[in-house]
């Protein structure tokens, strides 16, 4: 009997081990994977800020007027900037042949001329830079195996995303070359802007998932806020569209005239409507009509956002409820800038503070409907 408790003994101590090793396996293993999806979030939060910063450098230099400094398309040669006299001059005299230094900047001087140039270069280094990162980063990953089984495919789109704002940049750049323009398109501004808040946007989307396991997904995903899921991204489309609208508005300087509020030249409508022809010109070119579509707009998404926190009070998240309260104060706050920005003729320095509200309030509005989308269970009440 001895014997055969000894035989016992040792087929349990083989399971036990064999547990004890499974164990300790499954926790390396998931240490591992906790350690790859730190370093993507890492490598998307790098590519996050540097985003906000070109954004940013991108208003300044429309607001500076420095975005056609620049009269050639040269993404790798045009990483090098002007160094001797020489070089200075013969990117000076590029300039002096298009509309804008004609018609608006005739006699401008070359340390004047340098002061835009490097405004201009800076956004464009930007942009270089960025790719790189995102290059850099992804064949690090890929190389080491650490990307997630279906991330391939999303992370390659934020690269070619990229790499289509480039062109799509040019194509801004190039519509204010000529044809007596004096600035570019505002339309494809706004285009420009528009793919710049896409790329953030699904940067910020893939950052979030990425803070959550795929159990805590499938998990969340049972417990779906779907009522505020879809106010939330209705609020996320209505943001966009006022930013685009905004882009409009930066494009054709429409926020310097029209400083009175609420009023427009002491009327509801600003006057001589629709005095551009074709018609449809009015909707791009027109700075009253312009201005007036972003603040009609802007009150439109205003009150959704009400509309929105109202609905919110009934989801039983507390975090949702956090979450919507912060995005109406932001979107009230936003308001307020441009408000101001508007009376007082649209500084740089109050116009580009304005532009990172705009930032911040994508942001929160894309982290709300996260929220909505895949609710914390410790924070239900």
């Not at 939060?45 to 991108?58: D, E, N, R, T, W």
């Not at 804008?100 to 001087?109: A, F, T």
């Not at 323009?181 to 990425?210: C, E, K, N, P, Q």
């Not at 027109?286 to 707009?297: E, K, P, T, Y």
Request: aromatic share 14%; net charge positive.
């Amino acid at each position: 009997m001895g014997s055969k408790r000894s035989i016992f003994e040792e087929v349990s101590d083989l399971e036990t081990k064999s547990v004890n090793s499974n164990i300790k396996t499954g926790i390396i293993e998931m240490a591992e994977h906790n350690s790859d999806r730190a370093q993507i979030r890492f490598w998307l939060s790098c590519l996050a800020v540097l985003l906000v910063f070109m954004i940013l450098v991108g208003g300044l230099t429309r607001l500076t007027d420095s975005g056609l400094s620049i009269t050639e398309w040269k993404p790798i040669l045009g990483a090098f900037p002007p160094i001797s006299d020489q070089s200075w001059n013969i990117e000076f005299d590029k300039y002096k042949q298009i509309p804008e230094y004609i018609m608006q900047n005739s006699g401008m001087s070359l340390s004047e001329f340098k002061i835009i140039y490097w405004w201009e270069w800076g956004h464009r280094q930007l942009g270089r830079i960025i790719g790189l990162v995102w290059l850099a980063g992804f064949s690090w990953l890929l190389l080491s195996k650490k990307i997630p089984v279906g991330w391939t495919g999303r992370f390659l789109m934020l690269g070619a995303l990229g790499g289509f704002q480039g062109a799509i940049g040019w194509w801004m750049v190039s519509s204010g070359l000529s044809n007596d323009m004096l600035d570019v398109a505002s339309y494809r501004l706004a285009t420009h802007l528009g793919i710049a808040f896409i790329i953030l946007g699904f940067i910020l989307w893939y950052t979030f998932t990425m803070t959550l396991s795929e159990a805590d997904l499938l998990s969340r995903q049972r417990t779906r806020d779907h009522s505020m899921l879809s106010k939330s991204t209705g609020l996320m489309h209505l943001v966009f569209l006022q930013i685009l609208l905004g882009a409009l508005v930066a494009g054709i300087d429409a926020g310097r005239n029209y400083i009175d509020w609420p009023l427009m030249a002491g009327g509801f409508l600003p006057p001589d409507l629709f005095a551009l022809k074709p018609i449809w010109r009015n909707f791009f070119e027109d700075d009253g009509l312009v201005q007036f579509i972003h603040r009609i707009s802007g009150y439109i998404l205003f009150l959704f956002a009400v509309y929105v926190w109202f609905r919110s009070r009934k989801s039983g998240n507390l975090k949702i409820k956090k979450a919507i309260n912060l995005v109406i104060f932001i979107i009230f706050l936003q308001m307020a800038i441009g408000v101001i920005t508007v009376m007082n003729s649209a500084p740089w320095h109050i116009a580009i503070f304005h532009q990172f509200g705009a930032i911040v309030l994508w942001y929160f509005v894309i982290q709300a409907r996260f929220l909505a989308a895949f609710p914390p269970k410790q924070s239900i009440s």
